[in-house]
């Protein structure tokens, strides 16, 4: 990292971003290019970072999410433009990075929690049950984290 005084390197407190962001970025190689998509995600923290997210079970994001192993994820967070100078300007932001192994959740019992844990996460509400229909069409993604940086300019 070239501004190593900016790099957050406490677990926790990486955790606490993670946990505080709204949307990931996934990157995917495709064919030699790049394709970046926003998602709604899950983050679990336990002797490792897993990150969840969810889609259709068809289109681009899922072809891709199961013909590669490896993914990379992006979240942030701009906190405000300021100018240092005159005439000399910055922008001040939090950001998470990294690495991460991706496959497919098939277990119906494990969509169906993953599923209940983001509509907690971003409703602050306790769904209703899922029918099978639902989770059966519901393609459900875990990203294990390989390797995370944090960094911050406040």
């Not at 889609?55 to 199961?66: D, I, P, T, V, W």
């Not at 005159?86 to 494990?110: C, K, Q, W």
């Amino acid at each position: 990292m070239r501004r190593a005084d900016r790099e957050i390197k406490d677990r926790g407190e990486i955790e606490r971003l993670i946990k505080s962001f709204a949307v990931m970025r996934v990157g995917y190689s495709d064919s030699g290019e790049a394709y970046i998509v926003p998602v709604d995600y899950l983050p679990e923290f336990g002797d490792g970072i897993s990150l969840y997210f969810h889609g259709a079970a068809q289109g681009r994001k899922y072809e891709l999410s199961k013909s590669v192993k490896s993914v990379s994820f992006e979240m942030d967070r701009m906190l405000s433009h300021a100018e240092k100078r005159e005439n000399e300007f910055t922008t001040l932001y939090e950001s998470v990075m990294g690495r991460g192994i991706i496959a497919e959740i098939e277990d119906l019992d494990e969509k169906r929690r993953v599923l209940s844990a983001l509509v907690r996460r971003y409703f602050e509400k306790e769904p209703l049950p899922f029918s099978s229909e639902l989770v059966m069409r519901t393609a459900i993604f875990k990203i294990d984290v390989t390797s995370v940086q944090a960094k911050r300019h406040s």
